[in-house]
């Protein structure tokens, strides 16, 4: 719409040549005009109408234009008011101008002047308009700000868990009763306050750093379990970004998990305890029957033997399974790695390799390794195998048609990949996600006779999660799967 439409004009003069001409005129010009011949109902169409501008001849019956001017020049001082003044009486018009009128025009109009300085007035009251709508929102807009801000204010400090937002400056700007107790402090702090103040642990603040860095790409955030004197804590740290997309600082939310951790430490403790305690009778038994195998307890016969034998496959499998139980409940316990050494993967890989042999050929599965620029990784030689004779063992068993499994190694700059690839079965999409969870086996006809318990992957990844490596893997149904892991090399000192 143009913003002309909703300009209306006031006409107040008690000629009526004046009244018409100046209607016509303005109308013409896209105005919306009013009409009054005496001050009288001038005032009245104020009180009725919502007036833009106001031409004001000063004599007029009833009511005086001098009279009318003080009156809108208290109540509407919005309203530029033009007086209308014949030749004689411009003395009077300025002293209006004085009194807070406008602008003036004397009889008769001369057209152009006439309608300039109309237009003038039209454009003073239009961008007086603008800027008291610009003021009314900016106080809206403060006002949403302030809500904002305490509703937010409320939200942060009833959490249970803490909050606390750092500057560019490493100086915490808010923080929340929660994180007071998490982090026990019990003192009182001032706002701003250095971060190292409220937080003790080093590799918390130096992740705040990395975060203000700008390290970090889109989206991602870090997050870490630390233990304070009461409490072990989960904390994610994420930037917060100015209107620019600058690093501005960071937020740092921190839950307690001192429940779950103890929890958990009473399940591997648990865990530990039994299979402990089932091992060591069931070593003594497989040792007995070995005795009685070697015939150092007297001849057997075919059958005995066969029996024994088959006794003794299933005491093997138990003891592989609570070998595994227990090596899940060390690695949630932190303990896995125990001998860290420079090791020769490639060795290692190769001794797997030969070991696994005879079992992929009864298969029809091809098996071979190649490797190129291998050099030597930080890790305890003993997980290493556990990872590869997992991996290549699965590899083997999940291709129940034969087909070919090529594991192979190589380095990649600060890194080694090792990719176990075979043509086997395959895994669905949807059940990739879950083959790393303990226990956890897809069911599929084609599978079925494959034994296992599921703990294979989930110790795969615990082993290279705690060297400091990642593992993924991409399979299609039908087609088959390659495992990648990557292991960082030694540093060269
Ligand atoms: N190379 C593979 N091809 C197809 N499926 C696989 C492969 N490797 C793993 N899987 C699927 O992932 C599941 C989990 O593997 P994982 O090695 O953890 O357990 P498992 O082999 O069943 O038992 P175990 O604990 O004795 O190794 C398997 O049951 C199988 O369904
Ligand atoms: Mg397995």
């Known amino acids: ?51 833009s501008i106001l031409l004001l001849d000063l ?30 009486t411009v003395d009077t018009a300025v002293e209006c101008m004085k009194k807070g009128a406008y602008d003036f025009i004397t009889k008769p109009f001369q057209i152009e002047h006439f309608l300039a300085t109309i237009n003038r007035a039209a454009e003073k009251r239009r961008l007086e308009q603008k800027a ?10 403060l006002y949403d700000l302030d809500l904002e801000k305490s509703r937010l204010k409320t939200i942060i400090n009833y959490m249970a868990n803490g909050v606390i937002v750092t500057n560019r400056n490493m100086e915490a700007v808010l923080y929340n009763p929660a994180i007071m107790r998490l982090l026990d402090v019990s003192k009182q702090v001032s706002n701003p306050v250095p971060a ?16 203000l860095s700008d390290d970090l790409s889109d989206n991602e955030c870090i997050s870490q379990e630390i233990q304070t004197r009461n409490y072990f804590l989960r904390a994610i740290s994420a930037p917060v970004l100015g209107p620019d997309s600058g690093v501005v600082g960071a937020v740092t939310v921190l839950e307690n998990i001192t429940a779950f951790k103890q929890l958990d430490q009473m399940k591997s403790d ?12 069931l070593v003594a038994i497989r040792q007995l029957n070995s005795v009685i195998l070697d015939g150092l307890a007297g001849p057997l016969g075919e059958k005995q033997t066969e029996f024994i034998n088959r006794g003794v496959k299933k005491i093997d499998a138990l003891l592989a399974l609570i070998n595994d139980l227990l090596d899940v409940a060390k690695i949630e316990a932190g303990q896995y790695v125990q001998h860290l050494a420079p090791t020769d993967l490639g060795k290692i890989i190769e001794e797997i390799v030969a070991l696994l042999e005879p079992r992929a050929k009864k298969q029809g599965v091809n098996l071979t390794f190649s490797y190129e620029d291998l050099k030597p990784v930080q890790s305890d030689p003993k997980n290493m195998e556990e990872i590869f004779n997992n991996l290549i063992s699965n590899a083997i068993n999940y291709s129940p048609g034969g087909g ?20 086997g ?37 615990g082993v290279v999660d705690a060297h400091h490596g990642t593992i993924d893997v991409e399979s299609v149904e039908g087609k088959g799967t390659t495992f990648k892991i990557l292991l960082p090399v030694m540093m060269e000192s």
């Open 404 to 423: 070919d499994v090529s594991v192979t190694a190589r380095g990649l700059g600060e890194y080694i990949e090792i990719k176990v690839k075979d043509t």
């Open 196 to 211: 190292s103040e409220l937080i003790e642990d080093d590799s918390l603040i130096n992740n705040l750093k990395k975060i």
């Open 425 to 461: 079965v395959g895994i669905a999409p949807e059940e990739l996600p879950k083959i790393f969870n303990k226990f956890y086996r897809v069911k599929s006809p084609k599978t079925r006779d494959v034994m296992g318990t599921g703990l294979g992957l989930s110790i795969v990844k």
């Open 132 to 141: 008291r709508q610009l003021q009314q929102e900016n106080v809206r807009n």
């Open 59 to 88: 004599k007029m019956p009833v009511i005086g234009g001098e009279e009318v001017l003080k009156v809108i020049v208290e109540r509407h001082q919005d309203v530029p008011v033009i007086i209308i003044t014949g030749h004689g």
């Open 1 to 51: 719409m143009d913003e002309k439409d909703i300009i209306r004009i006031l006409v107040a003069d008690d000629e009526k040549p004046i009244r018409d001409g100046c209607n016509r005129v303005l109308t013409a010009k896209g105005f919306d005009v009013l009409v009054a011949e005496n001050g009288k109902i001038a005032l009245d169409l104020f009180e009725k109408e919502d007036i």
């Open 270 to 281: 648990f865990v530990n305890l039994v299979a402990h305690e089932l091992r060591s009778p």
